[in-house]
């Protein structure tokens, strides 16, 4: 029994990873009880934003850090910090910025919808959008040669949703922006690793909290300090529809430390035993094939991906067996990015007691039925 069930939800089995649609992750005791004491407090909330920075900044090692409500309104404040330079008449009249340089150039294949359009994200913070390239293939020509009066940053999407052969590799796009004298941003709302990107020699990176960091709904933005101030001053503009509160940040905080101090590898090697115990439990039903997979972006995540067995021709489509995991009490959410092609993965971060264990047995129930 849960506080959902209780008001009349049913539970859900989240099989799909740390997604938005199911709330992206729970969070630890840890986070919780610092939460709700940042909740129970009152602070000068400028000068709470100041000291996250500082501390935020002490796990990514950069020069600055910004909290954010999420990911997406990290792309959005920082766009917009980008656009107005922190001048405050800009800032006020965002996301108009006619006139203004305003142009972010990013590859074709990382124009993707995780949810929401990324274009849309830099729109909302007065940018411009200039994709470059085909979808499947971009040369260091496309992103050169978009370069103009009107481009403030050349923007790289760090994503399993991104179109992964075919791109400009981070570094090559990376030393571009730098060789124009422009800011290179990444988009790594989901990666797991805080300070690679600005070791690499990003400018600004947006992450999420609440995916890998399991915090409360939250985000920041973490880079070079001119840019992070504007970042920060954008709450007096279009920041205030996408406020972070007192509690999401210190839950942030809390998150960040924790993070720190957790097995990972000890966590990477439980999860493979739930990928294969569950590949195992689904090659044994007659009409269903299972494999281990690894995450598209290359991440230290593994799935159990099903399809049919090619050798029995089935009587339902991968789409109505999802329908019907769905449609179940409990719901059974997997994920369905390759449900086109008759795949659907299972992803074990997020599955807790029993849970590997009803899955197998509902597929069964489905494709006997």
Known sequence: MSIYTEIGLKHVVNASGRVTVLGVSTFSDRVAEAACEGGQSYVVI?????????????????????????????????????????????MMRLPDSTGLANQIVLQKGHSINFGAPIPTMIRLGGGVPVEVGQANEVHPEDIEESINEKTIALLYVKSHHSVQKGMVSIEEMRDIAHAHGLPFMMDCAAEEDFRKYIALG?????YSGAKALEATTSGFVTGRRDIIENVQKQYHGIGR?????????????????????????????VNVEKVDWLVDAVNAIDGLR??????????????CRVTFDPACP?????EQVNEQLRGGDPIIWARTEFLNLGKID?????????????????????VEA
């Open 46 to 90: 400028e000068d709470l934003m100041t000291r996250a920075g500082e501390l935020i900044s002490k796990h990514t090692g950069a020069e600055a850090s910004c909290p954010t409500s999420c990911a997406s309104a990290a792309i959005a404040l920082t766009t917009a910090a980008l656009v107005s330079r922190g001048r405050y008449t800009d």
């Open 241 to 269: 529809a996408m406020k972070v509160g007192k509690e999401q940040i210190v839950g942030l905080l809390a998150a960040l430390d924790q993070y720190d101090s957790r097995d990972h590898d000890a966590e990477v090697a």
């Open 314 to 318: 089935p009587r339902l489509t991968m």
């Open 202 to 206: 990003a400018d600004v990176v947006c």
């Open 346 to 366: 299972f992803d074990p971060r997020p599955m807790g007691e029993g849970d590997k264990e009803l899955i197998a047995k509902r597929l069964r129930e489905i």
């Open 290 to 303: 299972a494999e281990k997979i690894q995450d598209e972006a290359g991440r230290a995540i593994f799935r």
